[in-house]
């Protein structure tokens, strides 16, 4: 997990484009369980929509893994591919109540320290356009769930 380093600790904020409009995402990546997992908390528009990751190794499968839990009810969990600067995420989704059953994203770390995201989903056998977005640090910046 020593790819998270750069990021623990600290909280970033990001401007969501989806097709939905647009949303204001804050999150945070903090070192847990004495450093064997990674947990990402965010939440979007004050506590609007939020959810955690539990990030880990997983040494049977030889790869960094995770588990998403949301407010609104679903979860996910998949797995991720670590390729330089990028982060390439691959997850299937339960529960979703708008039919998106897999979700794809990439995610690059910028040379100004920003990250880049962009995913797809799978909806109704489909994939169309997900959220994109670049995160900035903002100490400052808080998550807030109802």
Known sequence: LKQFEPYLGKTYRGELSEESGKSVDIGKYERILNGTAVRHTHSLNEGEYGGETIIY????NKRIEFYYFTTAGFF????MIFEENK???FEKVTGNSNNITEVKALSEIMS???ISVESMYLKEGKWIKGHSAIY???PGAEIIFK
């Open 57 to 60: 190794y997983n040494a049977e």
């Open 76 to 79: 996910t969990n998949g797995y």
């Open 87 to 89: 982060i390439v995420s």
């Open 112 to 114: 100004d320290g920003s």
């Open 136 to 138: 900035r640090e903002s």
